[in-house]
């Protein structure tokens, strides 16, 4: 991690644990901006965001399936952010995001009673956010997709579609109906994805042949490569500290 980047996070409450990945917040000390990379994890981010020209912002970003382009920390910025699992999207936010594939949006500054204060205390934010998101669980999961999301996790996306059809007891052709309406990707897509968020714990810690889930080193380093647009070699350099996400697994 960059000497001048503060970075924690927290993990859900069990409750929470089908909904929330983590809590984790970044703090940029630098007075310049720090050029990044963004890796797909998986994940959608909503983020309350500070920085010197802007006091409160708050976004939500959808499902990444590449590496984005060069973005920017803000000097003296400060980001809180939930990291959701993907049945957060149906249960918590009641609402598609396939529109947000590959991008995302603001959101208006008092989303979910947020502000500018739930910046000062990051345990208390985490409480707060907790809290609101309990309270948006109006509806029973259904439990199907409970067991698929829950396999999917489990395994890092490593069973085939079929294989996630009949542990789930739910039809492979009504399981890619329901990602694309909310997610705008297909399972097998996302199972890559998954995949890939894996591999790069090993990578950061210097494991650049594959440990789970790939046939052999040429397959794990064309899946690398196709959706980091990097080989693992030049992952793990990670160099001036571009690829944040795996800045963030080498510090745990």
């Known amino acids: 991690m960059h000497e001048k980047l503060e970075y924690k996070s927290i993990q859900p409450d069990q409750s929470l644990s089908d909904f929330v990945d983590s809590f984790w917040c970044m703090k940029n000390n630098s007075d310049e901006n720090l050029e990044t990379i963004g890796l797909p994890d998986g994940r959608i981010d909503l983020s309350l965001i500070q920085t010197k020209e802007n006091a409160f912002q708050i976004r939500l970003l959808g499902l990444g399936t590449k590496q984005y382009e060069k973005g920017i920390i803000p000097a003296n910025s400060l980001t809180f952010v939930i990291s959701f699992k993907l049945p957060a999207i149906e249960y918590v936010f009641h609402e598609s995001i396939a529109a947000l594939l590959n991008s995302g949006k603001i959101v208006e500054n008092y989303f979910w009673n947020f502000n500018k204060t739930d910046l000062e205390n990051f345990e208390l934010f985490c409480e707060k956010a907790s809290l609101k998101i309990q309270s948006q669980l109006t509806k029973e999961v259904d439990i199907r997709k409970?067991?698929?999301?829950?396999?999917?996790?489990?395994?890092?996306?490593?069973?085939?579609?079929?294989?996630?059809?009949?542990q789930s007891n739910w039809s492979s052709r009504q399981i890619n109906r329901y990602f694309q309406q909310y997610f705008g990707i297909s399972l097998k897509e996302y199972s890559s994805i998954l995949r890939f968020r894996a591999s790069l714990e090993h990578i950061a810690k210097g494991k650049l042949f594959p440990e789970e889930n790939f046939s052999d080193q040429t397959h794990f380093i064309k899946e690398i490569k196709k959706i980091s647009g990097s080989l693992p070699k030049e992952l793990f350099q990670n160099k001036n500290d571009r690829f944040i996400l795996l800045s963030a697994l080498s510090s745990k």
């Open 146 to 166: 409970q067991k698929l999301f829950r396999l999917l996790y489990e395994t890092h996306g490593a069973l085939s579609v079929k294989e996630f059809s009949e």
